[in-house]
T-cell receptor, first 114, second 113 residues
């Protein structure tokens, strides 16, 4: 596609429910990243996929968070048993492997846990 | 531990004047630095970058300065325009820029007429 596509754009969920956020990266981009931005905060790194390498999960805040990337393309970020502190904008980005820092971000999914 | 810091949460500048946004980092392994701009309800967009082998990079109205000894970089916008009003994020990366980006907390710039 022309850009990074994220769905849904907005999600309201009840505390304790599971949610899945989807990211469709730019075709051919081998690197995919998930970040989140909580209210008044910067972009917090969550997880990074690079080709067939094992993902860098060092930013995931708890074991309720997981992500997968199927076929080297679409990625799904899953949050189990959501808590109110999970409320944030979840941003996905992709980049060609050889470009230093050349991320293209999607518009994000705004998650609200009530 | 905040490895990339933007100590000014907001900045207000008159149209036509210079805007200077500052960023400090702590990790000496960082070797590539970027600035991103973010409008509300949109994802961040890349603005300008600099490698650690340089101390200045210029692109039109935007110039980034890097002071490695002070672990400090700044973004200069001149002349500032109302359309520049946005949140600006500083970011840093290691491994010649191929590692994940670590972002600062952002500075909200408002350019008024």
């Amino acid at each position: 596609g022309a850009g990074v596509s994220q769905s849904p754009s907005n999600k309201v969920t009840e505390k304790g429910k599971d949610v899945e956020l989807r990211c469709d990266p730019i075709s051919g981009h081998t690197a995919l990243y998930w970040y989140r931005q909580s209210l008044g905060q910067g972009l917090e790194f969550l997880i990074y996929f690079q080709g067939n390498s094992a993902p860098d999960k060092s930013g995931l805040p708890s074991d309720r968070f997981s992500a997968e990337r199927t076929g080297g393309s679409v990625s799904t970020l899953t949050i189990q048993r959501t808590q109110q502190e999970d409320s944030a904008v979840y941003l996905c980005a992709s980049s060609p492997a050889t470009t230093p820092g050349g991320y293209t971000f999607g518009s994000g999914t705004r998650l609200t846990v009530v | 531990d905040q490895q990339v810091k933007q100590n000014s949460p907001s900045l207000s500048v008159q149209e036509g004047r210079i805007s200077i946004l500052n960023c400090d980092y702590t990790n000496s392994m960082f070797d590539y630095f970027l600035w991103y701009k973010k409008y509300p309800a949109e994802g961040p967009t890349f603005l300008i970058s600099i490698s650690s082998i340089k101390d200045k990079n210029e692109d039109g109205r935007f110039t980034v300065f890097l002071n490695k000894s002070a672990k400090h970089l700044s973004l200069h916008i001149v002349p500032s325009q109302p359309g520049d009003s946005a949140v600006y994020f500083c970011a840093a990366s290691a491994k010649k820029g191929t590692d994940k980006l670590i972002f600062g907390t952002g500075t909200r710039l408002q350019v008024f007429p």
